[in-house]
């Protein structure tokens, strides 16, 4: 529902804040209905359906789409220690159906073991309790069974071979990690890019692509850093860093030479 939604924004050419200002609702509200976050009733729904001309056939599926669909996200349940940019990532994650990620240093939470994800957290959050370390661990954990599910999560990784060398936690929970990702799975493509592949368009950092099933064909670029994330929605945006995900792809070490690189690497830890 949430991402119909976004689709049916997009095709109308509207803006977030111009569609806000015309159903009476903060900008921020539209976008916790069109990230999962919060659920719409269908009372509510047909207030944009009248605003983007919506009729027929297609109305009345996505009315019945929300009738059905009112129930709270699990991450929900997280909330006093998730950032409202990473739950809108999980809300983005849960109906998405393919994942393309370039990470520079570090291994993506799709793919953390859970004490490589301790550690993580444990250095990025200094100040939290273990109580709240421990939460949002387990958010990692549950995120990782849209890998596993019904309709399992089609992920693309390509790693930095900073990834290798990163000293993460302790050695056997490095070691550990890096042989989890040299294993293969029909769904997950793992491709390391050695730093002899040279300069190239993503040494300015991390990203990630988040894509959607037909028929809304509108995937989504969500960028990190120490303090906030930024999505990008921009047909042209998403274009740019699919190209330069695509050419990162011909670059990187394909999946199997990948694999016996990763065992390597993990083999210096132990």
Known sequence: MASEL?????????????????????AASLSRLETGRRGIRPRDLRHFLDLYEVGGPEREALLALAR???????????????????????????????????EQTLVPGLLQTEEYARAIIEAFRPGDTPEEVSRLVAV??????????????????????????????TAEVTAEQLRLLAVRRPNVMV???????????????????VGFPAPSH????????????????????????GSV??????????????????????????
């Open 68 to 102: 059905e669909s009112q129930q709270r996200g699990w991450w929900q349940n997280y909330g006093n220690v998730l950032t409202s940019e990473y739950a809108t990532l999980i809300g983005l994650e849960a109906e998405a159906l393919t994942v393309r990620n370039y």
């Open 218 to 241: 509108i995937d989504v670029v969500y960028l990190e850093n120490m303090s906030s994330a930024l999505y990008l929605e921009d047909a042209e945006d998403v274009r740019k860093y």
């Open 6 to 26: 976004r689709r049916l924004r997009i095709q109308r050419g509207m803006s977030m804040q111009e569609v806000a200002d015309r159903i009476e609702i903060t």
């Open 140 to 169: 990692k954990m549950e995120r990782q069974k849209r890998l596993t599910g019904g309709v399992p999560l089609e992920l693309s990784v390509i790693l930095g071979e900073g990834v290798t060398r990163q000293f993460v936690g």
């Open 245 to 270: 995900f695509d050419y990162l792809r011909a670059a990187a070490l394909g999946p199997n030479d990948s694999a016996d690189l990763l065992i390597k690497a993990a083999e210096k830890f132990t």
């Open 191 to 209: 491709q390391v890019l050695p730093y002899g592949a040279g300069a190239h368009p993503a040494l300015t950092g991390s990203f990630n692509i």
